[in-house]
């Protein structure tokens, strides 16, 4: 079962628009969330992050917010970019998993100019 | 910057034979993980190891196996590479508090 959803598997934005990247979750142990981005043949980077504790976090242009009643999280990306196109993951984890990430399966975007 | 290496960016085996995945990390961390990624599929977790010589399998470790004997370095060995282990193989290794760095990846071909 899956315990971190992406249901989109893409998504197409103009240029300057805001992108939205959302993300569901099941198990209500975790409490450490993370977005990372990957680019075609390079690993994923991280991008921005947000523990249970808050439901904010904002790093320049990524907002990541939380609603841990709703289990789920969202990215926005504000104004987006050309460079911004990439598949987005949805990650979480849990105290004493050893750090262990489960990841969702992925969003493209595609930002158009 | 954290660095993780991963030793080979393209690989070709044939059925049947052992692959060996090396991935090399230069920040003393003590967390490092192995995933593989397909299409429609996400990241899904092999094997991860929490100090040398410590390992604990992931969600899907049938027909791996792994090896970590000094900090540094955490290899992914295929006892007997099949055609459904045909994917990207991504490395990471953990810093507390700043989540993953992942290598490059290997692109696993199994023919």
């Known amino acids: 079962d899956q315990q971190v959803k992406q249901n989109s598997p893409s998504l197409s934005v103009q240029e300057g628009r805001i992108s939205i990247l959302n993300c569901d979750y099941t198990?209500?142990?975790?409490?450490?969330f993370l977005w990372y981005k990957k680019y075609p043949a390079e690993g994923p980077t991280f991008l921005i992050s947000i523990s249970s504790i808050k439901d904010k976090n904002e790093d320049g242009r990524f907002t990541v917010f939380l609603n841990k009643s709703a289990k789920h999280l969202s990215l926005h990306i504000v104004p987006s970019q050309p460079g911004d196109s990439a598949v987005y993951f949805c990650?979480?984890?849990?105290?004493?998993?050893?750090?262990?990430?489960?990841f969702g399966k992925g969003t493209l975007l595609t930002v158009n100019p | 910057d954290v660095k993780v290496t991963q030793s080979s960016r393209y690989l070709v085996k044939r059925t049947g034979e052992k692959v060996f995945l090396e991935c090399v990390q230069d920040m003393d961390h003590e967390n490092m993980f192995w995933y593989r990624q397909d299409p429609g599929l996400g990241l899904r977790l092999i094997y991860f190891s929490y100090d040398v010589k410590m390992k604990e399998k992931g969600d899907i470790p049938e027909g791996y196996s792994v090896s970590r004997e000094k900090k540094e370095r955490f290899s992914l060995i295929l006892e007997s590479a099949s055609t459904n282990q045909t994917s990207m193989y991504l490395c990471?290794?953990?810093?507390?508090?700043?989540?993953?760095?992942f290598g490059s990846g290997t692109r696993l071909t199994v023919v």
């Open positions: 990650a979480a984890s849990s105290r004493g998993s050893n750090y262990k990430l489960t």
């Open positions: 198990n209500s142990m975790f409490d450490y």
């Open positions: 990471a290794s953990l810093e507390q508090g700043h989540g993953y760095t």
